[in-house]
């Protein structure tokens, strides 16, 4: 009975290991329609990443605009899914660049944490040398997941801003908060560690978060405000996938105040 236990624990966390980023990574794929057809004035434009991928991503650039906003989606679905961010913030004056990851929108590759750090200096990259943004006009939007991306790439390339929607402190954590009869973080080969990162930040930092969010403890985002020594917007009754916290009032001037807007 004890070999037949050990066969079926080797089994469970051998599974876990190796189709864990099925369970991270949840791209929704393409085709997608063209930005212009999405929001008035929108541009498809093409993000060339640091080992070669080409990636489709939509640009909305705002004339006069104030700051641009780049986001950093969450583990879920595609950039269309962020179009009523985008046209929340255009309206405020804001330019924003919608990105897809590597696996997701049809864009190619497989999802990392390792890739998602390369799509995202590829998105910088577009908005500084291509798109003509100055650095010092930049917010960045981290949206759960995506918090630890855009968290980890302000620690290298400091933004006007940081938001972070709903982050959590690790991935681990927030991993054995679902999975508790798991060694989850023996078994994650993808940190995503977001209170790290914003210790190190040298940038204003902003955490929006629902008290009812289901998927990232409040606890977790509350952390990581702390960590950041910044700002946080607290949304009562909020869950993690409400539209409140899509492009909800509180969180468009969130980022309106970090931009200086």
Do not use: C
């Amino acid at each position: 009975m004890v070999a037949v236990a050990a066969i079926i624990v080797g089994v469970v966390f051998g599974g876990a290991f190796a189709f864990q980023r099925k369970l991270v990574y949840l791209p929704s794929g393409g085709p997608l329609p063209a930005a212009g057809e999405v929001l008035g004035g929108g541009r498809d434009v093409t993000l060339t990443t640091g080992d070669g991928l080409r990636l489709a991503a939509w640009h909305f650039p705002v004339d006069a605009a104030r700051a641009t906003v780049l986001v950093a989606p969450g583990n879920a679905g595609n950039r269309h899914l962020r179009v009523p961010l985008a046209r929340s913030l255009t309206a405020r004056g804001l330019s924003v660049l919608l990105i897809d990851y590597r696996g997701y929108g049809g864009n190619p590759g497989d999802p990392t944490e390792a890739g998602l750090a390369l799509d995202v200096r590829a998105a910088r990259d577009f908005l500084v040398r291509d798109a003509g943004v100055p650095p010092e006009r930049l917010v960045y939007f981290g949206e759960s997941l995506g918090a630890a991306v855009a968290a980890e790439l302000a620690v290298e390339h400091p933004p006007a801003g940081l938001l972070l929607r709903s982050p959590f402190t690790d991935l681990a954590s927030v991993g054995a908060h679902h999975y508790p009869f798991l060694p989850v973080r023996w078994l994650l080969r993808d940190e995503f560690p977001t209170e790290r990162h914003v210790a190190r930040v040298d940038a204003p930092v902003t955490v929006v978060y629902g008290t009812a969010d289901s998927i990232v403890p409040p606890e977790q985002s509350r952390a990581v405000a702390t960590a950041a020594g910044g700002r946080s917007v607290e949304v009562t009754g909020a869950d993690h996938n409400d539209r409140v916290l899509l492009d909800g009032t509180r969180l468009i001037e969130a980022v309106s105040d970090l931009a200086g807007t």
